[in-house]
């Protein structure tokens, strides 16, 4: 079989920044393989520290015409979202005119993140835009497979496991979330718009006699990953001590670890389980 050809790696990149640490990750790769960047951030969405020193422009979701126009004069042509986009009510939308010939060429056809994200793609290569997904910039952020640290899952835990796998890819062909909560085969909560970490604070009051419950998350099966993976950190691992979680189970290969020798030491101090799962069906 032949080699997969070499993809150059663009010299000038721009980042549409969320909110979390992986925009300011992502800007500190780029920094060490020397690549210009272009930073749009978010008002009360992206950490105002990471546009220090950098070319950036300060924007609004419902407002790309602004960014588009800004990244164009800036020879900008390569892009990567990363970090939490929370999705703008209706009244934070307020679109300009590109946001409405969006909007007007989906025909607001898509229902979940997935979906908006995917839409978003077309409308950016439209423009004459490249996406990239952030695992191109920072390969060692994928989860490796196995598990993380001393503590390993037992049987009842492997089952949860297996039974968060399957709601999770059922929830994910709906493109519902990415993560689901179980204790002793039971659902405690599944992810909506709230987030990973809201879901594990939401569940934490639902805690049953005996073991802790397992959060599962994975890549949704139509998941473009250019555009999107799922991610854990130090927080999701405070999180899911604080609420009385035993593990935690992500795909591996396909999900990113933020700062992982944190994790481990959080994980191995609350005496919870992280593992990276494969082979997922």
């Not at 800007?27 to 020193?53: K, M, S, Y």
């Not at 910039?137 to 009842?156: C, H, I, S, W, Y």
């Not at 020798?261 to 799962?277: K, M, N, P, Y």
Request: charged fraction near 20%; aromatic fraction near 4%.
């Amino acid at each position: 079989m032949p080699a997969a050809p070499q993809i150059t790696p663009p010299t000038r990149l721009g980042v549409i920044a969320g909110s979390g640490c992986l925009p300011g990750l992502l800007l500190e790769a780029c920094d060490r393989r020397h690549i210009e960047t272009f930073v749009v951030a978010f008002q009360g969405r992206t950490d105002p520290a990471i546009t220090i020193g950098r070319n950036h422009l300060w924007t609004r979701p419902g407002a790309p015409g602004k960014a588009i126009r800004a990244l164009k004069s800036h020879g900008v042509r390569d892009l990567v979202s990363i970090g939490a986009l929370r999705r703008p009510s209706p009244a934070e939308l307020r679109p300009d005119f590109k946001a409405l010939q969006f909007l007007a060429r989906t025909g607001f056809s898509f229902r979940g993140d997935d979906g908006l994200l995917r839409a978003l793609k077309i409308f950016l290569e439209a423009e004459g835009f490249r996406m990239h997904g952030v695992q191109e910039f920072l390969e060692n952020l994928l989860m490796p497979a196995g598990t993380l640290g001393r503590v390993k899952p037992l049987e009842d835990q492997k089952r949860d496991i297996a039974r968060g796998i399957e709601v999770a890819r059922t929830l994910g062909a709906l493109d519902v979330g990415q993560a689901v909560i179980v204790q002793g085969g039971f659902v405690l909560g599944v992810e909506g718009a709230e987030g990973t970490d809201a879901l594990i604070r939401r569940c934490g009051a639902l805690h049953r006699t005996g073991r802790g419950g397992v959060l599962v998350k994975l890549c949704k099966p139509q998941q473009d990953r250019a555009l999107d993976l799922p991610a854990i950190g130090p927080d999701t691992i405070r999180a899911a001590s604080e609420s009385g979680l035993s593990g935690i189970a992500v795909q591996a290969g396909a999900s990113l670890l933020v700062d992982p020798e944190t994790v481990v030491t959080l994980a191995d101090s609350a005496g919870l389980f992280v593992i990276g799962i494969e082979n997922i069906s």
